[in-house]
């Protein structure tokens, strides 16, 4: 779907922008919360209302659809949302998440637009640091920086 501007994402069917939505973010919650707040006065209203606590079910759910980073996917928002990783940062990458997989049980999540490779690495690192439970909810709160980022790209004024 390309593009909407926003008077056409408050009176569009919901059946219609339901596959945008869950393009931004694959949690079904998500999704409903963004369409029953509509009609939006603009887009900072309609960012406010995407900015939802996940419950850990929906983290983990959401996070099975997200590339590891430094891992390029084919197409995509990953593909652009990574592209400060370049091949140099590989291999760091694949040691690191396969460290970070083994200790919690799942893939490395950040909201890594605009950030380098050498950023991103350092962010992973520092995050072993924390408790599993303190990483879920780090990993959630990224994923709606991400639905944030999608959304605004996909709804214009």
Request: net charge negative; proline share 4%; charged share 25%.
């Amino acid at each position: 779907m390309s593009q909407l501007r926003l008077t056409e994402f408050n009176s569009a069917d919901s059946d219609r922008l339901r596959p945008l939505l869950t393009d931004c973010l694959a949690v079904p919650r998500w999704v409903d919360t963004v369409l029953a707040g509509r009609p939006y006065a603009d887009r900072n209203a309609l960012l406010a209302a995407a900015d939802l606590a996940l419950e850990p079910a929906e983290i983990h759910a959401a996070m099975a659809a997200h590339p590891r980073i430094g891992e390029k996917p084919a197409g995509g928002h990953s593909r652009a949302e990574q592209s400060g990783v370049d091949e140099s940062d590989a291999e760091r990458f694949r040691a690191a998440n396969a460290e970070y997989e083994k200790r919690f049980g799942h893939v490395f999540l950040v909201c890594a637009n605009g950030r380098s490779g050498s950023e991103l690495l350092a962010i992973l690192q520092k995050r072993l640091g924390n408790t599993a439970e303190t990483e879920l909810t780090i990993a959630g709160e990224e994923l709606v920086k991400i639905a944030r980022l999608r959304l605004d790209k996909a709804v214009s004024t």
